[in-house]
């Protein structure tokens, strides 16, 4: 079959855009034909179409999200500019459906968050005038976030966000997300958690990774603290920065390897300032970690891929996540985490026997003692990380996603003739 994968972006080190490079590497193994259409596209997503008004971050995308979640009442003009650009977008959806013969759509976390409200609504009006069998993906529901509650299109996200029409099959990240919405909205949906190919370890550092700790002026004698996600609020890095200042060890340095601007705010700028006052050693180093290799201003780009073989634990403080990528990530480098106890991690990731030091809020001397035990014990690092490693062997591998994929696609295919 040829399937379209539809996003805001599909670029980057982002959940979304790892998460879709995976189900394009098991739809291409099982024989399907993958073409994308985005607001932004890395050379990995050749096969398609670089829409930017279908970016979050276009303007006029960006004045109908800040109009429409900051004035509880927006007026006529908004409605029209949400529904003209719709128009607009639908009409290259179809156009794109056409171009590529698309037998299944795939919508990429854009009908879940509104991030681009026109694209949500656009990619709804496609499926109910085409009836195209569509698998709408989804890694974040507008309810989860505090900033979406206080709204003026509430009707807009009751029809779009997701849409509840009888040619679509939902599929979630967690069993949370599961639940949630079923019980919001009477939807039921397909559980696959974020995984990683397991059955393949990943390859031995090459020249390129080796040379990672010399570019960043690092010696071998640093323990990197690796924080692998953006820099937004809801990460929560203050706390990785607040348990290196506790662990006062002039051996660790705390490197930040997301990109800011996701998010509106001043959370990076605070978090310098944060990071200043604690006195620990640290590096924002976004600009230098991206998807793939690259080369900018004489300077190597590396990917997170060539940053993991060096770190020597990573933190995962975030208060909330739709499931945890860079967190099986760490499970897959064989890296020891600390991970703060969101919801997800709760319902789908502890459950399953993983081993982590964890904390609920508060970094507690019980918090400190354990992680000093992993920094120094080879050991127990290794008991450690062998253990998650074949937890996400068993929960979390290609065979689990390979598995859920085949059931949507059966479910699309047959149930719906």
């Known amino acids: 079959m040829n399937i379209g994968f539809v996003s805001t972006r599909l670029a980057g080190v ?18 399907h034909r993958c073409y994308y259409i985005a607001g932004q596209l890395d050379s990995d997503y050749a096969a398609g179409w670089e829409v930017p008004t279908m970016h979050f971050a276009h303007p006029l995308a960006k004045s ?97 966000f997701p849409p509840p029409l009888r040619s679509i099959r939902h599929m979630v990240i967690s069993t949370v997300m599961q639940r949630r919405l079923k019980a919001w909205r009477g939807i039921d949906s397909l559980y696959l958690p974020n995984v990683f190919d397991f059955e393949n370890p990943p390859p031995p550092p090459d020249d390129y990774t080796m040379s990672f700790r010399k570019e960043l002026g690092l010696s071998e004698d640093d323990l990197i603290v690796l924080q692998p996600t953006r820099v937004i609020r809801r990460k929560a890095i203050e706390k990785a920065i607040e348990l290196v200042r506790k662990l006062d060890d002039q051996r660790l340095i705390l490197l930040i390897t997301g990109y800011e601007g996701d998010e509106p705010g001043e959370y990076g700028p605070w978090l310098r300032e944060e990071a200043d006052r604690s006195g620990i050693r640290y590096r924002f180093i976004g600009n230098r970690v991206g998807a793939i290799r690259s080369e900018q201003d004489g300077h190597k780009i590396f990917s997170l891929w060539d940053v993991y073989p060096h770190a020597h634990l990573v933190t995962y403080p975030s208060v909330y996540e739709g499931f945890g990528n860079a967190l099986i990530e760490t499970f897959y480098f064989r890296k020891p985490a600390i991970v703060h106890r969101y919801p997800a991690y709760l319902a789908d990731i502890r459950s399953r026997g993983v081993k982590t030091i964890e904390f609920y809020h508060d970094i507690t001397d019980e918090v400190v003692q354990n992680t000093r035990a992993i920094i120094d014990q080879a050991k127990l690092r290794d008991q450690v990380t062998e253990h998650n490693y074949e937890i996400g062997l068993n929960y979390f591998s290609f065979k689990v996603l390979w598995l859920t994929l085949y059931k949507a696609l059966y479910d699309l295919t047959h149930e719906m003739l």
């Open 64 to 160: 109908i999200h800040d109009e429409v979640f900051r004035n509880a009442y927006p007026g006529p003009e908004v409605f029209r500019e949400i529904y003209t650009q719709a128009d607009v977008i639908r009409r290259t959806l179809e156009d794109f459906i056409e171009e590529f013969d698309i037998d299944v759509l795939i919508p990429e976390n854009a009908s879940c968050i509104p991030m681009n409200i026109s694209l949500g609504v656009a990619i709804a009006e496609v499926i109910k005038r085409t009836q195209i069998k569509t698998l709408a993906h989804h890694h974040d529901f507008y309810w989860e976030r505090e900033r979406f509650i206080n709204n003026g299109i509430q009707d807009i996200l009751n029809e779009a």
């Open 14 to 31: 982002d959940g979304v855009s790892l998460e879709t490079a995976k189900l394009v590497q098991v739809f291409e193994k099982m024989g």
